[in-house]
């Protein structure tokens, strides 16, 4: 057993395309050697900005010789024939096997494929894996054909065992496979040999490499924390800069130092995103929750500990912050005098050339919140002019610089216009939910506004027909839908989505609606029948209704009773089915209780009576636990009955008499649900 | 900033040592040392040094300063970093030579900047040029934490694969002198040697100016004669192109690439400035930039046709 030592050196690799990379490395350099027959026991991936480094232990010596026996023509077959079976299979004709079929003898050729030695499999698998590496974006240099993230300079790849280590022969485009490879490209640049993975994790860490990504970002996330600690402030965490950053950097040297006090009165949001966006920074924050400080990660240990460095990085951020500060002061002067220039300067913003531009989307809006407001709880006025108040911000300068900013700056700058708080938070509000993490709204001029603003969206691109296909949504339908869907259920927002969305093409958007819902329900462990039982029901346009009248169901299916009922109400379907499909007729008459012949079908008879009697008004006050017990209460009779009757029996009229009786029993359950509809 | 470590030259003065040591540096690497161009462009890549000698299979290796106009970054001089007209400092080398990451590294070194002192990275920076129908891969390279260059290599210039490829550096030269020299804001720089007779800093030079042009760039330019020309500009580009490739006068074989080229760079600075003249849209910036393009990409099939673009002579 050997291990395998692979390295790619190259000039700096985008951070985000790190992860993908390392997963990419190991998978196809392991495939294609399992392919080849050449195993392995454990793979791990590493990667810095200047490497991708993959090790894999227990490697076989060489691949397994393997026999193939492949079947050719008959013996007396056309000498042609013959001869091609030989020129396919490569084996000489005193070598052909001949072995006796049903009616004939027949010609096998043995093929012996020896096993190959580890290294001339993995030169091969390398060559390939480099000249195809699946990077999203990839380049030339120089005079060259090879493609590669960056220039690629070196490839270490040696196999290892007990009695030392070789160098895996493989050349690609001008690149001949080593033995060595260097450290951090300033405090240990030299070249060095290497022996084996172990060997080389070590010599990398004293020339000052950690090479492994998940330590590196642990290193800096402690590190910050302690010196934040220290101040007695906390790290603003951000997942996704920490990855970044581990990728930006051989060697984590962290540095934190303080925001010059002339910014301090910045929005945090504008502090922390101008930091992390331009500068790559983390923010870190007082106990009162005020943004105070940075923290930035060089890449170099310095004899002054870092003090030109974090000296430099202040005097960056400083600039990036006067001009946040131009954005931020020029935005409230618009901001005081009532932002009338923005307003009129959405005019001039096309939203979409066939659905006009953002000032004609806002008008729309406008109304539509006023429609929404009554529902929500909101005063129809309110939400009318929040809806003026809200897409402002797109016309500001922060916005512009920092698109992410929209609805935070939007409600800092309706305070600063004298607007009163629950139009301020609309301005902000209104944009969530963002994502499946983010919360949604729940003041009433907010809701209004979002959904106003999300219907207007759904139905503009509906009436134009762009709509999702596929995995392409570049208008992001599906997420406005289920931004719609989280508002509703969230706050109870009983609405009524045909009379926005209208007839028509609306039909299409209010299926696009459900199919939303049933996936969003799904997640929460909704099954998707039950979402469709209910979904025939009159009123299925009011999504909350629909969530209300599932959620009894799915609770009345997990009893015995609901689980029988299903049975029965199953057996009956198929039967009258069965029947109006034999017969041509619809047993849709109503049944005749006089013509019951034994007591349990005249208890059915009552039975329905009483349950139809229940149901309907528990559906009308929305009881619908209550329509449930009703629908409940018919398992005992609807059992009794089957137990007792024959439906199809010789007597025509009570033939036909019971098969009415079984479409009463749909009947008196389709007021509640579509029972048909549920599985298993 | 106090005197680096060894391997690396004192701190430069002024803005102009600055600069005149990236001369002498990239002139020691064999680069030839060329002159601004003599138009208003919006980057050193507008330079037909850049754009077309990137283009064809002839090596090419030069280094210049070259003044650039940005009319929306205007700030009447107040802000500390932000100028509507400032240089930029350019080498581009083709084919890119294996060890370019060094070359440059070697080029902050000569102004003062010791990488074992500071925090030299290069963070990814696709740099694309939509109106040059050009783009490539790179970084851009930060020092403690500020951008003082780009680094790309060309992939495609007006369409074109470039094949060789070409290393291209960008200096922000006033964001890279104000950071190696000390200074906070631009206007306070040194220009000339603080120690002679007649000191001149950044702003003695050039404040009134980005006072004026904010001023034009902003308000004053006039839309109407900026689209007149911008219109004969595209008009002209195509019809220096559309003329015979052989000279009636010298019969000789003369495709009038650079001529064309200019009036390309001319339409794409009139459209800057009707952009920031703020009488663009979205839906029509979209088409200026491809009207721009169109000229770019013609502009660069011309120069293929001659010897410069290495067509046999």
């Known amino acids: 057993m050997a291990e395998l030592l692979i390295e790619l050196f190259s000039e700096e690799i985008p951070a985000r395309m790190q992860p993908r990379a390392r997963e990419d490395l190991r998978r196809l350099v392991t495939d294609g050697l399992v392919a080849r027959g050449l195993t392995y026991g454990q793979a791990a991936a590493f990667s810095t900005p200047r490497r991708l480094a993959l090790v894999l232990g227990d490697v076989a010596e060489r691949s397994p010789t393997l026999i193939e026996e492949r079947k050719g023509p008959r013996t007396d077959a056309p000498e042609a024939a013959i001869e091609g079976f030989l020129r396919a299979t490569g084996v000489a004709r005193a070598d052909l096997i001949v072995r006796d079929e049903k009616k004939a003898q027949v010609y096998f050729a043995r093929i012996e494929r020896p096993g190959r030695p580890a290294a001339e499999i993995v030169a091969e698998v390398l060559a390939e894996v480099v000249r195809g590496f699946p990077w999203p974006k990839s380049m030339r240099w120089g005079a060259g054909t090879l493609r590669w993230v960056r220039p690629l300079h070196t490839i270490l790849c040696i196999l290892s065992g007990p009695a030392g280590a070789e160098i895996v022969p493989v050349v690609v485009e001008g690149i001949a496979a080593g033995d060595t490879t260097a450290g951090h490209r300033f405090m240990a640049p030299a070249r060095f040999r290497v022996a084996g993975f172990e060997d080389y994790a070590r010599k990398l860490a004293a020339a000052k490499v950690v090479l492994d990504h998940d330590r590196r970002a642990g290193q800096i996330a402690a590190d910050a924390e302690t010196m934040a600690f220290a101040r007695g402030l906390a790290v603003v965490p951000d997942a996704a800069l920490l990855a970044e950053v581990a990728g930006l950097v051989e060697w984590p040297v962290v540095l934190m130092g303080a925001i010059a006090p002339e910014f301090l009165d910045l929005p945090p949001e504008v502090l922390q995103t101008s930091m992390r966006e331009h500068q790559k920074f983390f923010s870190a924050r007082d106990a009162s929750g005020r943004i105070t400080h940075f923290v930035t990660v060089a890449n170099v240990e310095t004899e002054d500990r870092g003090a030109p460095i974090l000296a430099g990085n202040a005097r960056v951020l400083a600039a990036r912050l006067s001009d946040a500060r131009f954005f931020w002061e020029k935005d409230l002067r618009v901001a005081k005098t009532g932002m009338a220039e923005w307003a009129e300067g959405l005019g001039a913003v096309t939203f979409h050339n066939l659905l006009g531009s953002q000032a004609d989307r806002v008008g729309r809006i406008a109304k539509l919140a006023a429609q929404i407001a009554p529902m929500v709880g909101a005063d129809p006025a309110a939400a009318e002019h929040a809806a003026r108040i809200a897409k402002l911000d797109l016309r500001s300068a922060m916005v512009g610089e920092f698109p992410e900013l929209q609805g935070v700056m939007g409600r800092y700058y309706a305070l600063a216009a004298g607007e009163p708080a629950e139009i301020a938070d609309a301005a902000?509000?209104?944009?969530?939910?963002?994502?499946?993490?983010?919360?949604?709204?729940?003041?009433?001029?907010?809701?209004?506004?979002?959904?106003?603003?999300?219907?207007?969206?759904?139905?503009?691109?509906?009436?134009?027909?762009?709509t999702p296909t596929g995995s392409k949504d570049p208008f992001a339908l599906r997420r406005a839908a289920l931004g719609v869907i989280r508002i509703v259920l969230a706050n109870g927002v009983r609405l009524g989505l045909r009379q926005i969305v209208g007839a028509g093409r609306g039909d299409d958007l209010l299926a696009f609606f459900h199919d939303r819902l049933k996936v969003h329900l799904r997640e929460q462990g909704v099954r998707h029948d039950v979402i469709d039982a209910v979904l025939a029901l009159p009123g299925s346009d009011d999504l909350a209704l629909v969530v209300a009248r599932a959620g009894a169901l799915g609770a009345f299916l997990g009893t015995e009773d609901g689980g029988n009922l299903v049975q029965g109400f199953r057996r009956a379907n198929n039967i009258l089915t069965q029947a109006e499909a034999k017969d041509g007729v619809e047993y849709s008459f109503g049944p005749d209780a006089r013509l019951a012949q034994v007591p349990e079908e005249a208890a059915l008879f009552a039975a329905l009576d009483a349950a139809e009697a229940a149901i309907a008004p528990a559906m009308a006050a929305e009881d619908f636990a209550a329509a449930m017990r009703a629908m409940a209460a018919l398992r005992a009779p609807v059992d009794a009955f089957f137990e007792a009757v024959q439906i199809n029996t010789d007597n025509a009229v009570v033939r036909r008499n019971r098969l009415n009786l079984l479409h009463r029993i749909r009947a008196v359950c389709a007021g509640v649900a579509d029972l048909g509809r549920i599985e298993g | 900033m106090a005197a680096d470590g060894a391997g690396t030259a004192k701190a430069p003065r002024s803005f102009q040592e600055v600069i005149l040591r990236l001369q002498s540096y990239w002139a020691a690497q064999g680069c030839a040392i060329l002159q601004p161009y003599d138009m208003e462009v919006g980057a050193g890549t507008f330079h037909p040094a850049t754009t077309l000698r990137a283009l064809g299979p002839r090596p090419?290796?030069?280094?210049?300063?070259?003044?650039?106009?940005?009319?929306?970054?205007?700030r009447y001089g107040d802000n500390p970093n932000r100028l509507q007209h400032y240089y930029q400092y350019q080498v581009i080398i083709k084919p890119s030579p294996p060890d370019m990451q060094e070359l440059y590294l070697g080029s902050l070194a000569a102004i003062g900047l010791d990488p074992a002192r500071h925090d030299v990275r290069f963070v990814e920076d696709d740099w694309e040029s939509p109106t040059l129908g050009a783009w490539g891969l790179g970084w851009e390279v930060w020092c403690d934490g500020m951008e003082v260059s780009q680094f790309t290599y060309f992939q495609q210039v007006g369409g074109h694969d470039c094949a060789p490829v070409s290393g291209e550096l960008t200096y922000g030269l006033e964001r890279l002198a104000m950071y190696v020299l000390g200074v906070d804001h631009v206007m306070e720089m040194p220009f000339n040697d603080p120690q002679t007779p007649i000191p001149l800093r950044y702003g003695d030079i050039f404040r009134q100016t980005e006072e004026e042009y904010s001023r034009h760039n902003f308000d004053a330019a006039d839309t109407a004669m900026l689209l007149r020309h911008f219109e004969a500009a595209e008009a002209e580009c195509a019809r220096l192109l559309a003329a015979p490739a052989i000279d009636a006068r010298t019969g000789r074989h003369i495709v009038m690439v650079h001529p064309a080229y200019d009036q390309c760079i001319k339409a794409s600075h009139l459209f800057n400035l009707l952009d920031a003249r703020g009488v663009i849209s979205v839906t029509e910036r979209q088409a200026y930039i491809g009207r721009v393009r169109a000229l770019a990409k013609a502009c660069a099939d011309a120069f293929l046709t001659t010897t410069a673009g290495g067509a046999a002579a």
């Open chain 1, 428 to 466: 902000r509000d209104h944009w969530a939910p963002r994502g499946a993490e983010d919360a949604v709204p729940t003041a009433p001029v907010s809701v209004a506004m979002a959904l106003a603003d999300r219907l207007d969206t759904l139905t503009g691109f509906w009436s134009i027909g762009e």
């Open chain 2, 60 to 74: 090419w290796a030069a280094a210049f300063v070259q003044p650039s106009r940005r009319p929306t970054d205007g």
